[in-house]
């Protein structure tokens, strides 16, 4: 199973981007990377995932680079809000078998 | 929709006791799992489940049991507490069959066992 590495913390100013970057070198061509948060201990949340191309919602852009080693979320105006532990994770699809393989995660803390 | 309701919110335990962490999601989700998350920690998967009538360990089933009898209903049992078990314990449901596996997650119990 791929792993992944993230900064242990982080810090932004309210207002500006958040670019949260993550490794995951060993990776294999049918995993796909998946970021969640959570904000003060509740539940994580999802945020984005992609396999191979860049990938934008309402919350954030996923940008994965081409040999999918390493991706970096971003935050595009990030608020109070957003101060929460975000999580880097890879999916292993194995059949019916879909787990998610959490790591530490990288405290983000949004500053006013 | 309530999403995935966890009851309760809070328990202390004594060694040895035992109890049932509940867990209902009403998405009609066929997948459903149970976490641990220890303080400072990121989740641990302890079980989980691809819909009713089957369940698979995960990477710290020990000290843990499960049964899905219903598509809803994923309850999480803890025979003999011990105080490696304190932890915060969160249950998630996904769908199955579409490209987007976001995992939804009730609001945790958090159960200490002295």
């Known amino acids: 199973d791929a792993k992944t590495t993230q900064p242990p913390s982080m810090d932004c100013a309210e207002g500006r981007a958040a670019n949260l970057p993550c490794n995951h070198s060993t990776i294999s061509g049918n995993e796909y990377v998946y970021w969640y948060r959570q904000i003060h201990s509740q539940g994580p949340q999802y945020i984005i995932h992609?396999?191979?191309?860049?990938e934008t919602n309402e919350m954030a852009s996923l940008i994965i680079t081409e040999d999918r080693k390493s991706s970096t979320l971003i935050l595009p105006h990030a608020t109070l809000r957003d101060t929460a532990v975000y999580y880097c994770?890879?999916?292993?699809?194995?059949?019916?078998?879909?787990?998610?393989?959490w790591g530490l995660g990288t405290s983000l803390a949004v500053n006013p | 929709n309530a999403g995935v309701t966890q009851t309760p919110k809070f328990r202390i335990l004594k060694i040895g006791q035992s109890m049932t962490l509940q867990c209902t999601q009403d998405m009609n989700h066929n997948y459903m799992y149970w976490y641990r998350q220890d303080p400072g920690m990121g989740l641990k998967l302890i079980y989980y489940?691809?819909?009713?009538?089957?369940?698979d360990k995960g990477e710290v089933p020990n000290g843990y049991n499960v049964s899905r009898s219903t598509t809803e209903d994923f309850p999480l049992r803890l025979e003999l507490a011990a105080p490696s078990q304190t932890s915060v314990y969160f249950c998630?449901?996904?769908?199955?069959?579409?490209?987007?596996?976001?995992?939804?997650f009730g609001p945790g119990t958090r159960l200490t066992v002295t």
């Open positions: 992609g396999l191979k191309n860049n």
């Open positions: 998630a449901s996904s769908s199955r069959g579409v490209l987007r596996y976001e995992q939804y």
């Open positions: 489940s691809v819909g009713a009538g089957i369940t």
């Open positions: 994770i890879v999916r292993v699809d194995g059949g019916n078998n879909r787990k998610l393989i």
